[in-house]
């Protein structure tokens, strides 16, 4: 079944759209947050690029999109980075990227037209992110990465950096806005599903459930004291003895990510970031205040609130980690073992097993069961399932449970796991009755995409275009040219 939008061959090849903020590494990286505007920052104007040696024009205008340009640089440029992150352009034209960044622009332009708002700050720790993400990918060189880039320096990468993420975050805000209220009732569904050729309906892949027991090393007592009391020696050494709070996130921290943010994260009251414990505490405190030591799932803490701006707050905090015995990982495998021997001998089932002997606090209630993130229940498609997860279950059947497998939590602690799948449903011709869930998810996404290509006539019609050079004899899918 074929669904359409503006420029819909390209943005099915990349597998990306706007509105769930997926970001990729290109010149024109979306990162779809909420944000709020806190000062104003004029559009990029065209400036030629200039070869001092021959004194020629090497770039120029390609279109204007009302406050908006797009120069014709940027479609080689939008290429390169596709390729250099990993897409395959051999079937994209240039005709299509330009047809993309014409959406871009159009969806930007009219963001700013409702005053829909974005905040520096927020686009600035975009930016900071991001280039702390490709410093990873050229061994920290700033040198190789301006190269890459074809920047002079730092300063105008940055800037340019700025520039992309704000109009792009603009874009996938109002994107997200032409769309926020679209929704389908059963009736449009079933619609929907009957005016599907039989023989073109969608084949959807095999389905199961899959539930899990986790079974995590216990940190001792005696060890989680230890860690509160060194951090409680660093509160007293910097509030008696004058020392440096830095200093003690520099050389004990254990956050691998504070590094990156300069040693120092930016909360928002409407915005959440970190664990709620960590946001509870942060914003209890006063400007240069430490907190006392307290745990998350992630360690203990102890922050220090650095500066309020307004609604942000910068805080910096050192995360030790109680360090977990080698008996303790044995006593949690061998734990985790005989709840597996009781499951496979019939003396209690696998679910009422993960209700009794789970440390996974998410799924333990539901006996095990684990959610699909994409779905939001409890179905897994084999085809779309997490590489990691498919790994773990690929040769199960169903009812059977997996030996006792060695796991990570998000913190990198050791954990073990025994799985078991069910409901296994093989691939098969859509079904209105069994698939509603799936068939109403399509139908949403073409009543979505039929909102976009209204929204996008409506306003290609009354926007200053103007598209010059080549691209004039394009055949694209949107009526750019207003013919």
């Not at 596709?82 to 299509?96: Q, R, S, V």
């Not at 449009?188 to 389905?207: H, L, M, Q, S, Y």
């Amino acid at each position: 079944m074929q669904l359409k939008i503006s420029n819909l061959r390209f943005i099915n090849n990349l597998r990306l759209l706007a509105v769930v903020g997926v970001a990729i590494f290109t010149v024109n990286i979306t990162f779809a947050q909420e944000v709020i505007e806190d000062e104003k920052k004029e559009e990029a104007k065209p400036v030629a690029q200039i070869d001092t040696a021959n004194a020629t024009k090497v770039d120029g205008v390609a279109a204007v999109v009302g406050d908006y340009i797009i120069l014709e640089s940027d479609i080689p440029k939008n290429r390169i980075q596709l390729e250099a992150g990993g897409y395959n352009t051999k079937d994209i034209t240039d005709c299509e990227l330009m047809g993309k960044l014409l959406e871009d622009k159009l969806y930007a332009h009219h963001a700013i037209q409702d005053s829909i708002q974005v905040s520096d700050a927020e686009i600035r720790r975009q930016v900071d992110y991001q280039i702390e993400q490709f410093l990873q990918q050229v061994n920290g060189s700033m040198e190789r990465l301006l190269e890459f880039y074809k920047k002079d320096d730092e300063k105008s990468f940055r800037d340019e950096m700025f520039e992309i993420n704000k109009a792009n975050t603009l874009a996938a805000r109002m994107q997200a806005k032409v769309i926020e209220e679209v929704e389908v009732t059963p009736e449009e569904v079933r619609t929907f599903f009957n005016n599907i050729p039989k023989d073109k309906r969608p084949t959807f892949g095999t389905t199961l459930k899959v539930a899990r027991i986790v079974a995590k090393p216990k940190v001792s007592e005696e060890e989680k004291q230890k860690v509160i009391d060194r951090l409680k020696e660093f509160k007293a050494d910097v509030e008696e003895n004058g020392a440096s709070f830095r200093s003690k996130v520099i050389l004990y921290g254990e956050d691998p990510g504070l590094k990156q943010s300069g040693y120092k994260y930016t909360l928002n009251r409407k915005q959440p970031r970190m664990v709620k414990e960590f946001r509870q505490v942060a914003f209890s405190l006063q400007e240069g205040e430490i907190s006392e030591p307290f745990e998350t799932d992630f360690g203990f803490h102890i922050i220090q609130l650095l500066k309020i701006r307004g609604q942000e707050y910068d805080v910096s905090h050192v995360l030790l980690r109680p360090k977990v015995s080698n008996e303790a990982v044995q006593e949690a495998k061998e734990r985790l073992e005989k709840v597996r021997e009781r499951i496979v001998n019939g003396d209690i089932s696998f679910a009422d097993a993960a209700r009794e002997a789970s440390d996974e606090e998410e799924t333990r209630a539901e006996g095990g069961l684990l959610i699909n993130p994409e779905t939001q229940d409890y179905n897994f498609e084999l085809t779309k399932m997490d590489p990691g997860l498919y790994a773990q279950i690929q040769n199960l059947e169903d009812g059977e449970v997996s030996l006792v497998l060695t796991d990570q939590e998000r913190t990198g602690d050791i954990k073990f796991i025994i799985l078991t799948v069910s409901d296994r449903v093989d691939e098969h011709e859509a079904d209105y009755a069994q698939d509603f869930l799936k068939i109403k998810r399509l139908a949403e996404d073409e009543k979505k995409l039929k909102a976009i290509e209204k929204w996008q006539a409506e306003k290609i019609m009354d926007t200053y275009i103007k598209i010059g050079g080549a691209y004039r004899d394009c055949e694209f899918s949107s009526n750019w040219l207003k013919k």
